[in-house]
DNA sequence: TATGAATGAGGCTTCATTCAT
DNA sequence: AATGAATGAAGCCTCATTCAT
């Protein structure tokens, strides 16, 4: 029957949002209490389910987080195909420009993935998550090379390794967040939005032909 | 008499180093099986003492993180202080060349601080060493202003407000450990010197005047 | 539905249950081998049950003694308080009786309670909880002050401050119990419920007008 | 030689102010802070000499308590025992009062030894000085049994096994303190002295022939 | 002889995960 | 299918006691 089509449908759809609520529920969480002083307790109480419920969606805790921490790369890494797409479509600095967009929009957020890659990097049990976190990555860094030697050709980038160029601006955006919103740098200014504009622009023009001198 | 006076000598000395050892027990251990994974017991046995020894020496394991912190921190700011020594006699990129060999020269244990220090913020029992981290960041922070504003007025920087050039300069150092050393980016090359040269060169040079170009 | 409703009703029966068995436990071992020598894990296991689920029933062990010290002042004090009415209704003794009766019945948990009070008397940990026991004796109180005014106004007791009476019981009773199950004195006779009951006959009589004569 | 036997006994002199001044820390150290929150640093500390050296004087912690329990004990004896001779020489009240008075003397020190006392029986550790200590109460009670059945004898006590009469005194004493020092009932009023005057009288005529009636 | 640094057994507590209802 | 009570492994820390100096 079709009813029972629909049922089964409808229920999956449920399931979904619930998931999306326990996946929430811990973003905001961990943003507002440290990672450390979340339990999946409180996680199930804010996504107003039973804790064993949790365990219905995700296998374990560290699931959870490598879950946010994919969300997150995916949205990223889409941003950056657009970005990519518009840089060969002849804005050369349209690739930069979305990456550091991305990131820097919700630095507090960027800034706990960071944190969550970092504690879960090297846990066997999400080994597995880990890989696919890492395919993500592989697959943009691809477009990335194929885009950089575009723009190495063109004569806009320096003729370095292609991925030097890409690899700076992670480091750039990585480290920017962290200099907005460690309390031990951050607490000294609060022009963080024209600061990470500043950085922005240093992001979207390094490595570019002509900036660099050897030193 | 002389050789009592020796002999408290001695024993300091034998339990300074006692400490020392600790740390670089924590520390090493830190490295290798990430800061979740060790307790106070590994950290006491690869020390080569008692669980209890290492209560005589620190309050709390936290106490531990936070030295291995602050030692790391004075160090690099020790270095950054020389290094503007050198810029404001002459040598206009010595800082930030001083600043990134520094940081990038042992990044592994850079990257270690980086995440020690994201775990203790905000942990009430260490807000005292804290505290303590971010004066010590301040007074660099003062003789950076002063470097900046004079590099500023030499027409070699920017005229932007001037912690936004060291900021840069700290983000993209923060960003690039973090590049090299996680495993999603890490793996994929290896020439992980050159990058690192690369990035120590944009990073010296950003910031320069007639490098930024409105986007 | 009524299903719904009778299963709650059912869980948190045996929850209370279990709590019961828990304190039950707790006071079960305490008497048998001294409150320093008693954990929680010995708790848990006698009481047949995970170390862990202790702590849903009580944040502390401290906790647990306070709720033993406390189950027993609210049963001494409702005795007393059924033995003043019965005082104020025409048995003058009623009162003294049905309180060295309440302490005197159950020494050895008597003598307990009262070495978990001097435990815990001030332990932060535990002043919300001791304050409540307070309360409780406070209250009593105030019908032992209606009830010694009275009694001093029939000319049955002795015209001194209403709480001297009280307090004299209060002390000889707690003496009593300590009399009798100290080692060091209880090991010498074997006679114990002849003395208590001595001891109560001076308890029901002392303060009654014209048994104190000066010094 | 002379000066040999001299130092000798100099040593041996100091040796036990040493020691009297380690118990004299304790017993400050446990009526400050309560028996729990007293280590044997502190105690060192406080009596000024080194940890170690305590146990040049003190088989272990528990012996020290002993200690202050027995030198308490014996005082008490002493005194109870002068008041013994007083009664046979002709002033029936003496030895409750001599006995109440040491008590009551110095209540908060009572308390403490009740509560080390509470604490150390049962402990195999300290088996034999808790034979000591019974020892000591058993020469007193041989002479209080003396003097009690003289005082029967004489018809001014009840004619109840004599043990009956002391053991009575020896309660409500015990409770007195508790009474004047726990939290919950001392804080309630503050005419401590005369409350234990009043309890005194109690106890020095308590048992006396017509005092009481069957209930 | 006095010291106090070193020790490590053992306590309390937390919390991710399971499973009976 | 959802729940949350129960579990117990695992970690941090304290402190009485020892022993080399």
Same mark, same amino acid.
């Given at each position: 029957?079709?009813?029972?089509?629909?049922?089964?449908?409808?229920?999956?759809? #449920?399931?979904?949002?619930? *998931?999306? +609520?326990?996946?929430?529920?811990?973003?905001?969480?961990?943003?507002?209490?440290?990672?450390?002083?979340?339990?999946?307790?409180?996680?199930?109480?804010?996504?107003?389910?039973?804790?064993?419920?949790? %365990?219905?969606?995700?296998?374990?805790?560290?699931?959870?987080?490598?879950?946010?921490?994919?969300? %997150?790369?995916?949205?990223?890494?889409?941003?950056?195909?657009?970005?990519?797409?518009?840089? @060969?479509?002849?804005?050369?600095?349209?690739?930069?420009?979305? %990456?550091? $967009?991305? +990131?820097?929009?919700?630095? *507090?957020?960027?800034? @706990?993935?960071?944190?969550?890659?970092? #504690?879960? =990097?090297?846990?066997?049990?999400? =080994?597995? =998550?880990?890989?696919?976190?890492?395919? /993500?990555?592989?697959?943009?860094?691809?477009?990335?090379?194929?885009?950089?030697?575009?723009?190495?050709?063109?004569?806009?980038?320096?003729?370095?390794?292609?991925?030097?160029?890409?690899?700076?601006?992670?480091?750039?955006? $990585?480290?920017? /967040?962290?200099?907005?919103?460690?309390?031990? %740098?951050?607490?000294?200014?609060?022009?963080?939005?024209?600061?990470?504009?500043?950085?922005?622009?240093?992001?979207?023009?390094?490595?570019?032909?002509?900036? @660099?001198?050897?030193?």
């Amino acid at each position: 029957m079709n009813s029972s089509t629909e049922k089964i449908r409808a229920k999956k759809k #449920r399931f979904l949002e619930r *998931e999306e +609520r326990i996946v929430e529920a811990a973003r905001r969480l961990f943003l507002e209490n440290g990672v450390d002083n979340v339990t999946v307790s409180h996680i199930a109480q804010r996504a107003g389910i039973g804790k064993g419920t949790v %365990y219905k969606h995700f296998e374990s805790k560290a699931q959870i987080m490598v879950r946010i921490m994919l969300d %997150y790369e995916k949205r990223i890494c889409a941003n950056l195909e657009k970005g990519i797409d518009a840089t @060969l479509n002849g804005d050369p600095g349209a690739a930069a420009r979305a %990456y550091f $967009q991305s +990131r820097l929009g919700n630095p *507090e957020l960027d800034r @706990l993935v960071q944190h969550l890659e970092a #504690r879960l =990097e090297g846990e066997p049990e999400v =080994e597995g =998550e880990m890989r696919q976190l890492h395919d /993500v990555r592989r697959s943009t860094i691809e477009s990335l090379n194929t885009m950089v030697k575009e723009l190495i050709r063109r004569n806009i980038l320096e003729d370095v390794p292609p991925h030097y160029h890409y690899l700076a601006c992670w480091a750039l955006a $990585q480290g920017a /967040v962290e200099v907005c919103f460690n309390k031990g %740098y951050a607490d000294q200014f609060d022009d963080k939005e024209s600061l990470l504009d500043f950085i922005s622009r240093i992001g979207v023009t390094m490595g570019n032909r002509g900036q @660099l001198r050897r030193q």
